[in-house]
Nanobody, 125 residues
Framework: QVQLVESGGGSVQAGGSLRLSCSASGYTNSPYCLGWFRQAPGKEREGVAVMDSDGMTMYADSVKGRFTISQDNAKRTLYLQMNSLKPEDTAMYYC???????????????????WGQGTQVTVSS
């Protein structure tokens, strides 16, 4: 049973930075895609950043140039460095894994097999 645990959320002022972490345990095999998603109050969950096992990344247009996804395979940890935060970045942030090797990562949530419980990020103006 894979377990994902996010950490690093908090409250910051606009322009500030946070680094989210997602620690994984219980691997049976390595995931193909790892991703960060977020859900703001009253809105649907949306993809933020994804990374495949070759290190290829994709970002939502709203975070390009500000957020960076990375991973430490030895520590089984996924990161999301968030800089120049804006109030509209306020949301619950989730990490997720897709273990299917389809040759590319997708944003569709239904392909991600495992999800963490989320960590709250609040950005004040």
């Amino acid at each position: 049973q894979v377990q994902l645990v996010e950490s690093g959320g908090g409250s910051v002022q606009a322009g500030g930075s946070l680094r989210l972490s997602c620690s994984a345990s219980g691997y049976t095999n390595s995931p193909y895609c790892l991703g960060w998603f977020r859900q703001a109050p009253g809105k649907e969950r949306e993809g933020v950043a994804v990374m495949d096992s070759d290190g290829m990344t994709m970002y939502a247009d709203s975070v390009k140039g500000r957020f960076t996804i990375s991973q430490d395979n030895a520590k089984r940890t996924l990161y999301l460095q968030m800089n120049s935060l804006k109030p509209e970045d306020t949301a619950m942030y989730y990490c997720a894994e897709d273990k299917t090797n389809r040759g590319y990562c997708v944003w569709a949530e239904n392909v991600y097999n495992y999800w963490g419980q989320g960590t709250q990020v609040t950005v004040s103006s």
